[in-house]
Every structure is written in structure tokens, then in C-alpha cells.
């Protein structure tokens, strides 16, 4: 049986949330909590869809000696665990979060070295999953060993699925899966302004420019790109339309995670057939929903639905 969405994630980690008063290079801190969770961008997005009540199946790679946080977390969500181990241990990322402003300062340890045997593994357990036109979130960056093409290829094998491609990756992996050079193009895409900037080769001023950045994807093949703005919102881009959706107001804990739920609220519009403005508010509101939670969950859908409901929708001409 195929699960509603297959998330795809080659390095995933355990982020360790560490919340401080005011953050200060080179001082000593007191922290106010500490929260661990299971991490990485496709580990997020699964557990926002869990949470939404999507069947989900999450494919991906993590460390045989510290897998007992992943393995429970993917049991309390009802998430089919089809990831791979590997020997060694899954990666710790370090999150510090300022109260006081908001802001949260990242530090990524280095992952799991692979090798090409052990992609295909993850590739085979991730196939047994999808149907057509599964939407499958490949997501993330990419572990040592994994070459820059990696997600490209595997775009070019899901076309031949059948399934939606949804791809929220940065730097080279992402120019690799959007050149020229790439066989087949991704179903939709996810870059924030400056992912975008550094794919098009050229500062993007304004929404004008950024919009034009994204019908250019979207003349190429991507069917819908979504731009995150961070707290101007988010612009969302396909054939027909293109419209901004900007945040309804809210408090703030942590801005981690919130691109991956917007990812989230994409593929759940993805799941309904939902028209655009359909899909740009629950993006919208999934990511909105996230800024007062830590690890990757959601929170009641009736709040979500609610905060779908008050997103300022326009369209742009």
C-alpha cells in the first residue's frame, strides 16, 4: 500500500533547541530550556502532514547508534518508517533561540559520509512507496559522499513514477536539479529570496523581480514555485496566476522549521487539488502555525484552518 507522501531526507539530524534571554558572541549564557527533536527538512515536513492527518512514509538515512529518538518519534506520529540505517550516529544540529528578539542562530554539525550503495538503498525503500502522482518531498542538503547531482537524479527517476516532485534544497544540489543540464525538472519548488538569487545569478530587488525569477522556472517546466519571503509572506507562482500571501500577525518562538511546514501546507494542497489561492493560504498558515512550536509539529488543524482563513491572499498582475 502507498502512503498519501513520501518525504525523502539523506541527512537528517537531531536538533537540540537551546533557548537563552539575549544572545551574545563570546559570552557565557545561562539557558532558560533545552529541547531535543528529531530534525532535517523531509523528518519536518513529515511530521507536519502526520499532524494535518496525511499518511506519510519517511524515507532517508540515519545513524544506527542514536536511531531511538526517530524510530518513537515516527511510532507516536503514525509515520511509516522506511529510512535506512547506516553504522556511526545521526548528526546534532544546535539551535540557540533569543527570546528577547526572536532570532535564532543555527549551528550544523557535519552529517553522515555516504557512498552510492547506500542512496540506492534509500531510493529502493523510498520507490515501494509511491504511486502516481504521489507528491514526494525530496528535501534538505546533502550528506558527505552524496555528489551535488544527487537530487537531480532522482527527479529524473520520479518523473518516470509518475509522482510529484516537491524539491526544497539550496546551493549547488538545487542548481544542479534546475539547470540546463538537468533530464527532468521538479513538479514544484521552494527556495526563499536569496536561494533564488543565487540560482538566477542576479539580486532580486523587489516582488517584480522575483516574480519574473519564478515564471522563468515556470516557463521552464516547474508547474508551481513558491518563494518564502520570511515575514513579508511568501509568493506563489504557476501557469496561470501568480499571488502573495503574507503572515497573519503572531508571537514568535522559534522560526525553525517554518519553511519546512510551509513545504507541508504545499503538499497538503498538493493531497486536496486545491486551487492556488487554496494552496498559498494553507502554506501560509502551516508556517504560521509552526512560530510558536519547537520540533516538527503542527498543532490543532482547526487553528490552522483558521489562520488559512485570515491570510491576505492578492493577486499580482
Known amino acids: 500500500m502507498t502512503a498519501d507522501v513520501v518525504t525523502v531526507t539523506l541527512n537528517p539530524a537531531i536538533d537540540l533547541t537551546v533557548a537563552v534571554d539575549h544572545l551574545v558572541v563570546g559570552a557565557v549564557h545561562r539557558a532558560r530550556s533545552a529541547l531535543s527533536n528529531c530534525g532535517g527538512k523531509g523528518i519536518n515536513v513529515a511530521g507536519c502532514l502526520a499532524d494535518w492527518g496525511v499518511s506519510v512514509a519517511a524515507a532517508g538515512l540515519l545513524g544506527r547508534f542514536n536511531d531511538d529518538a526517530f524510530a518513537e518519534f515516527f511510532a507516536a506520529k503514525g509515520i511509516a518508517d522506511v529510512c535506512v540505517r547506516a553504522p556511526g550516529e545521526t548528526r546534532t544540529n544546535i539551535k540557540i533561540a533569543e527570546l528577547a528578539g526572536g532570532s535564532t542562530t543555527d549551528v550544523n554539525l557535519p552529517g553522515l559520509a555516504v557512498d552510492a550503495g547506500k542512496i540506492d538503498a534509500v531510493w529502493a525503500s523510498a520507490l515501494r512507496e509511491i504511486g502516481d502522482r504521489t507528491p514526494v518531498v525530496l528535501a534538505g542538503s546533502l550528506p558527505s559522499g552524496a555528489p551535488d ?104 518562538l522559534s522560526t525553525v522549521g517554518a519553511g519546512d511546514a510551509m513545504v507541508a501546507g504545499m503538499v497538503a494542497a498538493l493531497i486536496e487539488e486545491a486551487s492556488l489561492d487554496r494552496l498559498a493560504r494553507l502554506s501560509v498558515a502551516f508556517a504560521t502555525a509552526k512560530l510558536d512550536r519547537i520540533g516538527p509539529h503542527l498543532g490543532p488543524k482547526a487553528t490552522v484552518e483558521d489562520l488559512a482563513a485570515r491570510v491576505d491572499v492578492r493577486r499580482i498582475d
Open 149 to 252: 547531482d544527487t537530487w537531480a537524479t532522482m527527479i529524473a527517476d520520479l518523473a518516470d513514477e509518475g509522482a510529484r516532485i516537491v524539491l526544497d534544497t539550496s546551493g549547488a544540489p538545487l542548481s544542479a536539479a534546475l539547470g540546463a543540464q538537468a533530464t527532468r525538472l521538479p513538479y514544484a519548488v521552494k527556495p526563499n529570496r536569496s536561494e533564488l538569487e543565487v540560482l538566477v545569478g542576479r539580486p532580486l530587488a523587489g516582488t517584480t523581480d522575483v516574480v519574473a525569477a519564478a515564471r522563468d522556472l515556470v516557463a521552464r517546466g516547474v508547474a508551481l514555485v513558491v518563494v518564502s519571503l520570511g515575514g513579508e509572506g511568501a509568493l506563489f507562482v504557476d501557469a496561470a496566476e501568480a499571488l502573495s500571501a503574507r503572515l497573519p500577525e503572531k508571537t514568535v
